[in-house]
């Protein structure tokens, strides 16, 4: 491992900001860094965590927890937050398939998934993150009528959840193959983190999905 990863890693715990389910009073710890009562957006796999901090800057009536098991990313997400004086950004070191284990009281009004690993390949389709069993976490940890939104450039991941979407007669609130596309798209669609400006670069096609637990009635969208 660098000089400069060690560094972080070993750092990042320290951060006021920053939360690590290892210790057994993360959740707590981060109510008490909120300790607002507002309603709270979850960031899975946030890497420096770009999403939650866009949203926060636009949205400071309501809080935001980036979530990821690399705490370097962490510590990039951290200071970035500091460095744009944004207070309503926590950040936790979690592993997704573990993260009601850690937060059994928060409750999430939505769930970004921020350009996730795809997984592409069958023998890998438990770890995509909009798989049965990652869906049963977000129930948890979701409000009633809490939206999951995923944003990716991957087909396969897209079209997966799709199926998902269908099978389980889940409600999709939202759903489009190229955002980019369209004349109009609301602000927090916009937001671009590295992987997707890395993605674009490469010409690739923005796709999202939102939808909720409930009953399907409408899909819109390529
Ligand atoms: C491709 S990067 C995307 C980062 C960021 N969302 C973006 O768009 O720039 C995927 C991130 O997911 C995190 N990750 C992958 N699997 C995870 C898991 N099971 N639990 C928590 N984080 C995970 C990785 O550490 C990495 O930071």
Same mark, same amino acid.
């Given at each position: 491992?660098?000089?400069?990863?060690?560094?972080?890693?070993?750092?990042?715990?320290?951060?006021?900001?920053?939360? @690590?389910?290892?210790?057994?009073?993360?959740?707590?710890? &981060?109510?008490?860094?909120? +300790?607002?009562?507002?309603?709270?957006? *979850?960031?899975?796999?946030?890497?420096?965590? @770009?999403?939650?901090?866009?949203?926060?800057?636009?949205?400071?009536?309501?809080?935001?927890?980036?979530?990821? /098991?690399?705490?370097?990313?962490?510590?990039?997400? +951290?200071?970035?937050?500091? $460095?744009?004086?944004?207070?309503?950004?926590? %950040?936790?070191?979690?592993?997704?398939?573990?993260?009601?284990?850690?937060?059994?009281?928060?409750?999430?009004?939505?769930?970004?998934?921020?350009?996730?690993?795809?997984?592409?390949?069958?023998?890998? &389709?438990?770890?995509?993150?909009?798989?049965? /069993?990652?869906?049963?976490?977000?129930?948890?940890?979701?409000?009633?009528?809490?939206?999951?939104?995923?944003?990716?450039? @991957? @087909? !396969?991941?897209?079209?997966?959840? %799709? #199926?998902? *979407?269908?099978?389980?007669?889940?409600?999709?609130?939202?759903?489009?193959?190229?955002?980019?596309?369209?004349? #109009?798209?609301?602000? $927090?669609? !916009? &937001?671009?983190?590295?992987?997707?400006?890395?993605?674009?670069?490469?010409?690739?096609? &923005?796709? %999202?999905?939102?939808?909720?637990?409930?009953?399907?009635?409408?899909?819109?969208?390529?």
């Amino acid at each position: 491992m660098g000089r400069k990863k060690y560094k972080k890693i070993t750092e990042v715990r320290s951060f006021l900001n920053v939360f @690590d389910y290892k210790n057994e009073n993360a959740e707590a710890g &981060i109510k008490n860094f909120f +300790s607002n009562g507002k309603p709270i957006t *979850i960031e899975l796999c946030c890497g420096q965590a @770009d999403y939650s901090i866009g949203l926060a800057e636009h949205y400071p009536e309501r809080n935001f927890l980036g979530i990821d /098991r690399k705490p370097n990313r962490l510590w990039n997400a +951290s200071k970035n937050a500091n $460095e744009r004086n944004t207070k309503n950004v926590a %950040l936790l070191i979690a592993y997704i398939e573990r993260l009601d284990e850690t937060l059994k009281d928060i409750k999430a009004e939505e769930i970004w998934i921020t350009f996730p690993d795809p997984y592409p390949f069958q023998s890998s &389709i438990k770890k995509r993150l909009t798989h049965p /069993r990652f869906l049963a976490i977000y129930k948890k940890i979701l409000t009633e009528n809490g939206k999951i939104n995923l944003k990716t450039d @991957d @087909d !396969t991941l897209y079209e997966y959840t %799709l #199926q998902m *979407i269908d099978e389980m007669k889940l409600k999709t609130n939202f759903v489009h193959n190229d955002i980019y596309s369209l004349e #109009q798209i609301t602000f $927090e669609y !916009t &937001i671009k983190t590295k992987y997707e400006k890395m993605h674009l670069e490469k010409g690739k096609k &923005i796709k %999202l999905v939102s939808f909720s637990f409930g009953h399907s009635e409408s899909a819109s969208g390529g």
